[in-house]
């Protein structure tokens, strides 16, 4: 039975990976099964098509455009319905699917870290000036684990870098990471390099990305991105 379990899970985060990227997609899908009280190695096919059709698709069109994130689910049940037969999808069924996601906030992800209670609130910045990316940068050093932040221009041309501990050239990092911008319709973005998570998101004409080490809590940090508005 284990095994069989641990098959659905596996099918599904690695069919979501190229969606999102595989850190997104661990983190997501971990989040989503928790909601429901499930857990990657005790969940079945018919609960994972519950979790697609809900809480899944919910968070994904937080980082997707609505309608792609439907689709590209839709087509992930799909795959699951095709290996278990008595799993059907549930994107059959309109009250089924989340219509109103809402944000991406606290409350989508399970926190470890006894100082951080609070819903992140909606944050704008002037990223064009000096102080405003001063500003950023300073909010999210307070983060515990990230190692470093740079703010740059949507075609990559770094404006402000701050390295707190153990980064080396940032610049490389958005370099190794813009072109994932490039090729998929990202709003908000993990990518695992290693040692270090490099989390982006873009912010009007700008590009905010941070750099964390291993200890990092990421739903935390990808929540405060998804808050960080340009200032008028």
Request: hydrophobic letters at 45%; a negative charge; aromatic letters at 4%.
């Amino acid at each position: 039975m284990t095994n069989a379990t641990n098959a659905v899970y596996s099918l599904i985060v690695r069919a979501l990976s190229g969606i999102v990227s595989e850190r997104a997609a661990e983190t997501m899908l971990r989040a989503a099964l928790g909601e429901q009280g499930l857990t990657p190695e005790g969940v079945n096919a018919q609960d994972m098509q519950r979790v697609l059709s809900g809480p899944l698709l919910a968070r994904v069109s937080n980082v997707l455009p609505p309608a792609r994130a439907r689709s590209e689910l839709r087509g992930l049940a799909a795959r699951l319905q095709a290996q278990y037969p008595k799993a059907p999808t549930l994107f059959l069924e309109p009250a089924a699917a989340w219509e109103d996601p809402g944000d991406l906030s606290a409350d989508d992800f399970e926190f470890d870290d006894p100082e951080y209670t609070s819903v992140p609130t909606e944050r704008r910045y002037a990223l064009g000036s000096p102080d405003g990316q001063q500003a950023l940068i300073q909010d999210l050093g307070r983060i515990q684990g990230v190692q470093g932040i740079l703010v740059c221009r949507a075609n990559g041309e770094v404006l402000r870098e701050k390295a707190l501990s153990g980064v080396g050239n940032l610049g490389s990092v958005i370099a190794a990471t813009a072109m994932l911008f490039q090729k998929r319709a990202l709003t908000l973005m993990s990518a695992d390099m290693g040692q270090q998570t490099v989390c982006m998101r873009p912010v009007g004409s700008y590009c905010v990305a941070v750099v964390a080490g291993p200890g990092v809590n990421i739903g935390r940090l990808l929540s405060e991105l998804q808050q960080i508005r340009e200032a008028a």
